[in-house]
């Protein structure tokens, strides 16, 4: 029976942040975790995914793994009733929805933000994983670059890439293009909440390297900053790091703005300085921007850009749908010639094992002209004999009757019986 490829998801669609934060996976984690379903389970191949809105397994076995791999991954974090997070998981058995699941999730059409930019690479990063630890085979392996070229098509075919769709994305945007003519900006990101601290992930992917985090609660900032490389500074130094930085990224949550006109006046601006203010209410004080050399964008702002891409993006869904439909229908095809290839290749070594006997006994009467002769005209009449077989497997898997045609090859030849006298 032919492995047939599957899935298991758990997301921001059917289950809430505190479940899934419990199942999240560091790196090493879903390098664990795959680990033990390649040893454990009957598994041949699989892909792990976490991100802070989903946890999915895909894998290629014959039997439904699902639950098995649900218990393997509450044991990775920890858990101790699986019975709990079973209901909040998408089971997904047939091979063509599977496939076609991990196309929409790389290409961003499952993000919370549609079109998200960095799920692509955390795909990438999830593969990259698989392949170290030998857990992708053919099938994982062609799918994957399928979906890479198909995510290229969609950028370059499309705008469903163009512009920043959410207000981290949008506020980061804004910073690249405010910043553009200085060689190495300062940016100082003071609060981290969940929008700062998405901005601050989404810094990681421009040119700006010297980033510096302020937050009230320091461990935070500090855990946040080690992930991403970055720099901290104790709250209380907050306004000597403002002197510094070019860019003052706010998120402080209060009703009073923290940045007042007469405290900003203080900071003896000697060039310009950017303020963004994603607080509501605001943390930046709308008569900041009175002050020479002081650019204040809040987020109204912000959210006018995200939402013009927003509706971008939107507006090419169905081309982006058409797109992976033919990506889906060309990487099928490939999979149903998958049945047969090793048939195919076994009637070609029955074959040739049946042309060598026959050489054998009489190359000895032949000379070397002869000889060549001789090969050549029976290679081209086994080659003529595969074809046929070839062709009509191809037009049997399209009608779905590839199976039955191959059980047919390998009665009539005795492939399997042949094959294994080759081994030995």
């Given at each position: 029976?032919?492995?047939?490829?599957?899935?298991?998801?758990?997301?921001?669609?059917?289950?809430?942040l505190?479940?899934?934060?419990?199942?999240?996976?560091?790196?090493?984690?879903c390098?664990?975790l795959?680990?033990?379903?390649?040893?454990?389970?009957s598994?041949?191949?699989?892909?792990?995914l976490?991100?802070?809105?989903?946890?999915?397994?895909?894998?290629?076995?014959?039997?439904d793994?699902?639950?098995t791999?649900?218990q393997?991954?509450?044991?990775?974090?920890?858990?101790a009733?699986?019975?709990?997070i079973?209901?909040?998981?998408?089971?997904?058995?047939?091979q063509?929805?599977?496939?076609?699941h991990?196309?929409?999730?790389s290409?961003?059409?499952?993000?919370q933000?549609v079109?998200?930019?960095?799920?692509?690479?955390?795909v990438k990063?999830?593969y990259?994983?698989?392949?170290?630890?030998?857990?992708?085979?053919?099938?994982?392996?062609?799918?994957?670059?399928?979906?890479f070229?198909?995510?290229?098509k969609?950028?370059?075919?499309?705008?469903?890439?163009?512009?920043a769709?959410?207000?981290?994305y949008?506020?980061?945007?804004?910073?690249?293009?405010?910043?553009?003519?200085?060689?190495?900006?300062?940016?100082?990101?003071v609060g981290?909440?969940?929008i700062?601290?998405?901005v601050?992930?989404?810094?990681?992917?421009?040119?700006?390297?010297?980033?510096?985090i302020?937050?009230?609660t320091?461990?935070?900032?500090?855990?946040?900053?080690?992930?991403?490389?970055?720099?901290?500074?104790?709250?209380?130094?907050?306004?000597?790091?403002?002197?510094?930085?070019?860019?003052?990224?706010s998120?402080?949550?209060?009703?009073?703005?923290?940045?007042?006109?007469?405290?900003?006046?203080n900071?003896?601006?000697?060039?310009y300085?950017?303020?963004?203010d994603?607080s509501v209410?605001?943390?930046v004080?709308?008569?900041v921007?009175?002050i020479?050399?002081?650019?204040v964008?809040?987020?109204?702002?912000?959210?006018n850009?995200?939402?013009q891409a927003?509706?971008?993006?939107k507006?090419?869904?169905?081309?982006?749908?058409?797109?992976?439909?033919?990506?889906?229908e060309?990487?099928?095809?490939?999979?149903?010639?998958m049945?047969?290839?090793?048939?195919?290749?076994?009637?070609?070594?029955?074959?040739?094992?049946?042309?060598?006997?026959?050489?054998?006994?009489y190359?000895?009467?032949?000379?070397?002209?002869?000889t060549?002769?001789?090969?050549?005209?029976?290679?081209?009449m086994?080659?003529?004999?595969i074809?046929?077989?070839?062709?009509q497997?191809?037009?049997?898997?399209?009608?779905?009757e590839?199976?039955?045609?191959?059980?047919?090859?390998?009665?009539?030849?005795?492939?399997?019986?042949?094959?294994e006298?080759?081994?030995?």
């Amino acid at each position: 029976m032919q492995s047939q490829f599957k899935a298991i998801s758990i997301s921001y669609k059917n289950a809430p942040l505190s479940i899934r934060e419990q199942i999240s996976l560091d790196e090493k984690e879903c390098g664990s975790l795959m680990r033990k379903i390649l040893e454990i389970t009957s598994v041949s191949e699989a892909l792990v995914l976490s991100t802070c809105n989903r946890t999915e397994v895909y894998y290629s076995s014959q039997e439904d793994q699902s639950k098995t791999l649900i218990q393997l991954l509450c044991v990775e974090r920890g858990i101790a009733n699986s019975d709990e997070i079973i209901p909040y998981f998408q089971v997904v058995n047939d091979q063509n929805e599977a496939a076609i699941h991990l196309f929409n999730v790389s290409i961003g059409l499952e993000s919370q933000v549609v079109g998200d930019l960095q799920i692509t690479n955390q795909v990438k990063r999830a593969y990259q994983l698989s392949a170290d630890l030998q857990a992708a085979g053919p099938f994982l392996h062609r799918l994957m670059h399928t979906i890479f070229f198909t995510n290229k098509k969609v950028v370059q075919e499309t705008a469903f890439r163009d512009g920043a769709a959410s207000v981290s994305y949008a506020a980061v945007e804004l910073v690249e293009e405010l910043t553009f003519d200085k060689a190495d900006p300062k940016v100082l990101v003071v609060g981290v909440g969940e929008i700062g601290s998405d901005v601050v992930r989404n810094l990681q992917n421009t040119h700006i390297k010297d980033v510096t985090i302020v937050n009230r609660t320091i461990s935070k900032a500090v855990t946040l900053a080690q992930e991403c490389d970055y720099k901290v500074a104790p709250f209380e130094n907050l306004w000597e790091e403002a002197e510094k930085a070019d860019v003052i990224i706010s998120s402080v949550a209060g009703h009073e703005p923290f940045f007042t006109k007469e405290r900003v006046t203080n900071l003896n601006l000697l060039t310009y300085k950017i303020f963004i203010d994603l607080s509501v209410p605001r943390s930046v004080e709308k008569n900041v921007e009175e002050i020479p050399g002081a650019i204040v964008h809040n987020v109204d702002d912000i959210n006018n850009r995200a939402s013009q891409a927003l509706e971008r993006r939107k507006a090419s869904i169905p081309l982006v749908r058409e797109i992976i439909a033919q990506s889906v229908e060309e990487f099928n095809e490939w999979s149903k010639e998958m049945i047969f290839s090793p048939t195919i290749q076994k009637l070609k070594n029955a074959l040739e094992q049946i042309r060598q006997e026959e050489l054998s006994r009489y190359m000895k009467q032949l000379n070397e002209k002869e000889t060549e002769k001789v090969e050549m005209i029976t290679r081209n009449m086994m080659n003529k004999i595969i074809k046929l077989p070839v062709l009509q497997l191809k037009a049997a898997c399209k009608r779905g009757e590839a199976e039955t045609l191959v059980d047919l090859l390998n009665d009539l030849f005795n492939l399997e019986a042949n094959a294994e006298q080759a081994e030995k």
